[in-house]
């Protein structure tokens, strides 16, 4: 059984995210967060208790599960893995040659990149890039495929590996898009975290590159809208520290705004009950297809009431709120929370990497529903067709295997 950091089990990852942001949110540093200490917290009960109490009702039945389970996931936990990674690695291969086709076809319909129109000066943006139902599963299939090579490097070594995950960054860059990098990001650094845990040396390295991109982060910000410009946006109160830097002021509008504008929604909206969640699961479909499926019913905007026009994120729950009220924040959190726990039980090397995918989305819910999101959760099936094993007859490579076993 591979030995997991608890820094990342469900509770941690879920709670830490969510009480941070209501205990900044309670700080007060900014006028336009208008919700009262009441509704926010009441908005994060509801968001949080049934996601521990579903936690706790999964961990006792784990407790309680029946010997044949036992059994069943004690064969999962040990497979030999290490023969099968020369297979995987191979697989990879053919998968980023398919995406290299399929992408090198979206260039060519599209007409160029979108940096490139950045610098031209041409009316195309990010959003006129690719293939319509194409575009967002090539991404997701890129990042699915990066996330397995960082998992081998953590977990096998060798820095070749980490040439797909760096690529992506490059790619992201090229296509004008921060949440690709931030996704990869994100779960690169979480399937470090997972097999090697955090070491003081590490935990310095982290803190100090937060810091750089917190500064960065607002001084990008700056450029692109004015300091000035912004601090009107987010009107800092009196207790905000005059002499951080402009990127914790960001920072911290970037995250609280999203709670600010669930609890607007929650007092001025009304949900529209509808069993086809169109709030909520819409996003989770092609755009043809999710014009079939609802039509005229579709939601014309994710986001939810807006407190403040200017900040239009609204936390993962907005959807469900809209669709089924606070009923459906429950539902929400607990069909994550199952979701989450029964990954973080599995220990074989497939499934923990489809869990780094799983808690990457509960982290990200403080902003948005990836979950719901196709070009995020599609990563799921991806990396279980990246596993799909296939025999070979070549000794040689199962001779391989075999010594990769010995050595992991």
Not at 24 to 50: C, H, M, N, Q, Y
Not at 121 to 137: A, E, M
Not at 247 to 265: C, E, H, R
């Amino acid at each position: 059984m591979t030995r997991k950091s608890l820094l990342l089990h469900p509770l941690v990852l879920f709670s830490t995210v969510w009480l941070g942001v209501l205990g900044l949110f309670i700080l007060r540093l900014s006028k336009i967060l208008a919700a009262t200490d009441g509704e926010i917290t009441s908005a994060v009960g509801f968001i949080l208790v049934p996601y521990v109490l579903a936690l706790g009702a999964t961990t006792l039945y784990y407790s309680l599960v029946p010997k044949l389970w036992i059994r069943r996931t004690h064969l999962l936990c040990n497979t030999p893995e290490a023969e099968e990674l020369v297979f995987l690695k191979r697989r990879l291969k053919r998968w980023i040659l398919l995406w290299m086709l399929f992408t090198t076809a979206e260039i060519i319909a599209s007409g160029g990149l979108p940096l490139i129109w950045l610098f031209t000066g041409s009316s195309k943006t990010y959003f006129d890039f690719g293939i319509q139902s194409l575009h967002g599963l090539l991404n997701s299939m890129i990042l699915a495929i990066g996330l397995c090579y960082s998992g081998i490097f953590v977990r096998y070594g060798g820095r070749r590996n980490l040439i797909v995950p760096l690529g992506i960054l490059a790619w992201s860059v090229l296509l004008v898009t921060r949440s690709m990098m931030i996704v990869n990001l994100l779960q690169t650094g979480m399937v470090i975290i997972l097999y090697r845990g955090i070491s003081a040396k590490f935990a310095l390295k982290l803190v100090a590159v937060v810091l750089v991109i917190v500064v960065s982060f607002g001084a990008l910000g700056d450029l692109r809208t004015g300091a000035v410009n912004f601090r009107t946006l987010a009107q800092p109160t009196e207790a905000y520290p005059e002499w951080l830097p402009s990127g914790v002021l960001w920072v911290y509008i970037y995250v609280t705004t999203p709670l600010n504008n669930l609890t607007y929604t929650m007092a001025s909206l009304r949900p529209v009950n509808n069993i086809l969640f169109p709030n909520t699961a819409a996003p989770l479909f092609p755009g043809i297809v999710r014009s079939l499926i609802y039509g005229d019913s579709l939601a014309t905007s994710l986001s939810g009431e807006l407190a403040v026009s200017n900040f239009n994120v609204s936390t993962a729950y907005v959807g469900p709120f809209e669709d089924y009220g606070a009923l459906g924040i429950v539902c929400f959190s607990l069909l994550i929370a199952f979701l989450a726990e029964f990954y973080w039980r599995r220990n074989n090397f497939r499934d923990q990497l489809i869990y780094i995918v799983i808690g990457q989305c509960l982290l990200m819910t403080i902003f948005y529903n990836h979950f719901f999101s196709l070009p995020i959760i599609t990563q799921v099936i991806w990396i279980y067709l990246f596993f799909i094993k296939g025999k070979s007859k070549n000794p040689h490579i199962t001779a391989v295997g075999n010594h990769m076993s010995a050595l992991a």
